[in-house]
């Protein structure tokens, strides 16, 4: 009963276990093949054994023992007729992983209703590991029937300054629908192609690319911007009137208080700060049109009731700030008016819609 348990733990066909052992904190199950010699994949003649020995990889998990692994020997094989060389492999078992594909979609599998950190917590793996994991496997837990009202698009990385990739999202449920390489227009598009038809209404940043990817595929679609990406270019502009204003000097503990005191919502600052406040916009105009333009965009973004008064009173206020800024003719003041400006179909959903890229707010 004991042997039938592991069998069906372990849950790989055609594999003999040998024993169980323990290292340190690691449980490892020792398995091996029936004796055999693997042809060569390019004549299919008969090989030679040059050198052996054996790898590991993780397999499972349980709530006691945490993740235990696999133990299988790998050879490295030459065929006497054509002098090929070649290592040897399991199905279901990739040679340069460190895990089976069964625990990889597993751990796939436990990412969705969670976030993919808290999995990487619970399992003592890196988040990139998990990250990429999921995001490989993602597409087969997609469901026929795709028919999500509000989607996420935004991009990620499978290898920071080497491989991206676009996924798109149900701003509801997160249920990821579709995943494609790359970062550009023609991968926008692709992964709005299952979608086009029934969405109404698509999250995503300020990149260019993004707004003409959402045109093409969802002409009809209600383009929303990213929350946060729009509170970027104010801290983004804040910060560079910090610099040119010559607040903060140097010191890094001076620069963080004088960021924390421009960046943070008033009511959550004390009477104290929010008098140096107060005097550091005298002192500045420019500090002063982009301190107060940022406290009416967040004014707008709390209006979340569609009543009429109420989104014409947000956009007046909204519609004010931004033609402050165009007064001045610093290159961060344009950046925030251009920007706005070019996506004025977008800002005006923000007091409607509060979601955001990689979830719903």
């Known amino acids: ?18 024993k169980v052992r323990k290292e340190e904190e690691r449980w490892i199950f020792e398995l091996s093949l029936p004796e055999q010699c693997p042809l060569c994949p390019v ?3 008969r090989t030679i054994k040059m050198t052996g020995k054996k790898k590991q990889w993780m397999h499972g998990y349980a709530q006691r023992i945490g993740i235990f692994r696999v133990e299988l020997p ?18 279901g ?20 209703g969670t976030s993919i950190q808290a999995v990487a917590r619970m399992l003592k793996l890196p988040y990139t590991t998990v990250e990429r994991w999921f995001y490989t496997h993602a597409p087969s837990f997609l469901s026929n029937d795709i028919q999500p009202k509000a989607v996420c698009v935004d991009e990620f990385a499978f290898r920071k300054g080497h491989d991206y990739g676009v996924a798109i999202m149900d701003a509801e449920t997160g249920e990821v629908y579709a995943v494609e390489a790359g970062k550009n227009e023609e991968a926008i598009g692709r992964v709005l192609a299952p979608v086009s038809d029934s969405v ?21 679609a209600k383009h929303v911007v990213d929350y946060f990406h729009v509170i970027q270019l104010f801290t983004e502009a804040l910060d560079r009137c910090r610099k040119s204003f010559g ?24 009477e104290e700060e929010r008098q140096t406040v107060r005097e550091w916009q005298k002192e500045s105009d420019s500090l002063q049109a982009v301190y107060q333009s940022l406290q009416h965009f967040r ?23 931004v033609f402050v800024l165009s007064l001045f003719c610093c290159s961060r003041h344009r950046k925030i008016t ?22 719903n707010k």
Not at 1 to 18: C, G, H, N, R, T
Not at 74 to 91: D, L, W
Not at 200 to 220: F, H, T, W
Not at 302 to 310: D, F, G, I, V, Y
């Open 1 to 18: 009963m004991y042997a039938q348990f592991i069998k069906e733990l372990i849950d790989l066909p055609d594999v003999l276990i040998q």
């Open 74 to 91: 790998v050879e490295r094989r030459r065929c006497g007729t054509c002098g090929m060389t070649f290592s040897t492999s399991y199905p």
């Open 200 to 220: 109404q209404y698509v999250v995503s940043d300020l990149a260019p690319a993004m707004k003409k990817a959402i045109q093409g595929a969802c002409p009809e």
């Open 93 to 112: 078992i990739s040679p340069r992983s460190v895990a089976t594909d069964a625990f990889q979609q597993w751990v796939a599998q436990s990412c969705i």
């Open 247 to 270: 607040k903060g000097n140097k010191k890094h503990g001076h620069v963080r208080y004088v960021c924390r005191l421009l960046t943070q919502r008033p009511e959550k600052l004390t």
């Open 299 to 321: 004014y707008v973004s709390k209006s979340q009731k569609p009543k009429r008064a109420t989104s014409e009173t947000s956009f007046e206020r909204l519609g004010s700030s």
């Open 338 to 359: 251009r920007q706005t400006n070019r996506r004025n179909h977008i800002v005006h959903f923000i007091p409607l819609f509060k979601w955001e890229n990689g979830g």
């Open 43 to 45: 004549c299919l003649k």
